[in-house]
């Protein structure tokens, strides 16, 4: 059965940094790329970065391109999401999911219902 499992998030002042987990299971992480996506309220939901299964390749959208990293830890079969330099517009649930990553054509396709639960980051002085 696959399951992702969030944590991290919560608040900060413009400028901080959060760190988000995404701990998966039922599968490898060299079977599925993991992406983190975001929607913020009144929006949809966008895809913010991931991370290809086959050679940890990875893509972010711009508007968070030298603030984020993702990263994985295979030996725990978890993705991480840094986030640094935060700024008010990326108050959002944010979301991790499993699926196929393509950084060359910056494209993301979450498998079915492979979805972590979602956490709440928030930024605002």
């Known amino acids: 059965q696959v399951q992702l499992v969030q944590s991290g998030g919560g608040f900060v002042h413009p400028g901080g940094s959060l760190r988000l987990s995404c701990a998966a299971s039922?599968?490898?992480?060299?079977?599925?790329?993991i992406g983190w996506f975001r929607q913020a309220p009144g929006k949809g939901r966008e895809s913010v970065a991931c991370?290809?299964?086959?050679?940890?390749?990875?893509y972010y959208i711009d508007s968070v391109k030298g603030r984020f990293t993702i990263s994985r830890e295979n030996a725990k079969n978890t993705v991480y999401l840094q986030m640094n330099n935060l700024k008010p517009e990326d108050t959002a649930v944010y979301y991790c999911?499993?699926?196929?990553?393509?950084?060359?054509?910056?494209?993301?396709?979450?498998?079915?219902?492979?979805w972590g639960q979602g956490t709440q980051v928030s930024v605002s002085s």
């Open positions: 991370i290809s299964s086959s050679d940890g390749n990875t």
């Open positions: 039922g599968f490898t992480l060299d079977e599925y790329g």
């Open positions: 999911g499993a699926g196929l990553c393509v950084p060359a054509v910056q494209a993301m396709a979450v498998k079915g219902d492979f």
